[in-house]
Nanobody, 127 residues
Framework: QVQLIESGGGLVQGGGSLRLSCAAS????????MGWFRQAPGKEREFVAG????????YYADSVKGRFTISRDNAKNTVYLQMNSLKPEDTAVYYC????????????????????WGQGTQVTVSS
């Protein structure tokens, strides 16, 4: 089992920044690829960013590319999402998720593939 707890959400003005954290406990964190997803009211959950368990490979949704950065610290069992130049359309509940992968450079984009999810943290961007 892997337990995931997100933090760092909140209310921010457009153009501002937030840093989300996802702390993991349980099984060996370093063997899990991690992802950030978000879900706005009335919309499906969508992929935001993913990182391989080595940290060497990342992937971003086009909507956040150049503004968001995903990173991880395996020594601290934590994955981060640095969000800059936030827009009102970034408003959503943000979730982190974990999936065990065989290869160190695998990034997983489909939410269906993830085994473990956090409870989510609300991000609200005002215009």
């Amino acid at each position: 089992q892997v337990q995931l707890i997100e933090s760092g959400g909140g209310l921010v003005q457009g153009g501002g920044s937030l840093r989300l954290s996802c702390a993991a406990s349980g099984r060996i964190f370093s063997s899990y690829a991690m992802g950030w997803f978000r879900q706005a009211p009335g919309k499906e959950r969508e992929f935001v960013a993913g990182i391989s368990w080595s940290g060497g490979t990342t992937y971003y949704a086009d909507s956040v590319k150049g503004r968001f950065t995903i990173s991880r610290d395996n020594a601290k069992n934590t994955v981060y999402l640095q969000m800059n130049s936030l827009k009102p359309e970034d408003t959503a509940v943000y979730y982190c998720a974990a999936v065990q992968t065989t290869y160190s450079n695998t990034v997983v984009r489909s939410p269906l593939a993830y085994n473990y999810w956090g409870q989510g943290t609300q991000v609200t961007v005002s215009s």
